[in-house]
Structure formats: structure tokens, C-alpha cells
């Protein structure tokens, strides 16, 4: 349960931050203060950062971390397939898994981004939503190192989502290298038949690039 609960914190605080995020902020914290100390301390360092923040302002750098910045990526499929063919066949599975569970998928919003993921392995099936985690765990550490490494308060987020997977073993840590060295794949698609959400990192013309993130605790 400490699991599941973490998951859907870390659902909603990854979300585009609006008003009524905010207004959740007390919940949140609740919820959070009773998990374990290594799910709990960082999520309610992030409830505290976004307390008494302006929403524009939150909005603005929500956008420069993950929608200009081709390492800080929430949408997980990017990471293993970049924008090549194989990503739409991968996006095709968790589509899959959705409805194999009784949910139809909301076209607003790609189904690998992690929010998404997140809230599907919170509310509706947790070992399925375990394993799209652990099946794209590689992804997971080079985004939580990408924010690490920038500085963002998003950090503490992904350290705690993380924190809810095993440690990582000898073969991971070389796919987490390999990542780290050499990026997603680059050969470009079109992928408008999976949906085209504003803030996607994959299909914007505005992408930075950043150096890979340092490898720690291997």
C-alpha cells in the first residue's frame, strides 16, 4: 500500500502544475507524511517547494525542465526508442495493458508519460503498472540523474518513484550507462496517430541539448 500511495503522489506532483494541484497540496502531504522516510522526505520536500509558489511560475519551469530539455523526459518510451518506429509499437503496449484493465486511455495524453503510468499502477492494477516501470527502469534513472544533475526540485520526485523499485543490479547499471553515453535513438517519425500533447519533448522544435548525466552509486 506505502507503494501504491507513493505512486499516486508522485502522479499528481509530476503533473502540469495548475491551481487545483495546489489546492491538493494538503492531501498530498498527508498521504505522504505516512509512508516510510525514504518515499516520504522527498515528496514532502517538493509539497514544500511548490507551498505559497506562483502558478505561472511553476508553470514556466515546468515547461523549461521537461518540454525544452531532451534528457528530462516524462514520457518513457523516449528513452529506449527515441523517435523511431520501434517507440510507437512500444506505445502500443501500454495502450494495451490500459485496456486489458478495463481503462480506455485518454487521447489528450501520450500513454508512456509517467504521470499516466503512475496513476494507472496507483488506482488500477499495480503489478502491471510495476512492471511498464521496471521495464523502462534505464529511462527512469537517467531521467531522475538528468534532474539531479540540473538542479530541479523535480528531483526529489523521481528519487522517490525510484526508491519504490529494487536497486538496481550489474546489467542495469551498464543499460543506465549506455543511455547516459549515447541518448535515445534519433531517427525521426511522425507519431501524431498516438497524440501530439503540447509539452512533448519528443515532437517539439524547441529541444536543448543537455549533457548526459553523471552515473553516481554504480
Known sequence: MSRRTA??????????PTEELLGRLPAIRTAAAALPERLASPLLGFVDHLVGS??????AAYVDTFDDRRRCNLFLTYFAHG???????????????????????????LPDHLSVV?????TVDPDVGYQLLEDHRA??????????????PYA???EAVCATLPALRGDEWNAVRRLAAEGPPEEEVGLTPYGTPGFDPA?????VDLPMPTVRGA
Request: aromatic share 8%.
Open 7 to 16: 505512486w499516486q503522489c508522485a502522479s499528481l506532483l509530476l503533473d502540469y
Open 54 to 59: 506562483d502558478v505561472a511560475e511553476l508553470q
Open 83 to 109: 523517435d523511431t518506429r520501434k517507440r510507437g509499437m512500444a506505445l502500443l503496449r501500454f495502450k494495451q495493458a490500459y485496456l486489458a484493465a478495463g481503462v480506455v486511455p485518454d487521447d489528450a495524453e
Open 118 to 122: 503512475l496513476e494507472f499502477a496507483a
Open 139 to 152: 529511462g527512469l534513472e537517467v531521467l531522475r540523474m538528468s534532474l539531479r544533475d540540473l538542479g530541479s
Open 156 to 158: 526529489a520526485v523521481l
Open 203 to 207: 515532437l517539439t522544435d524547441r529541444s
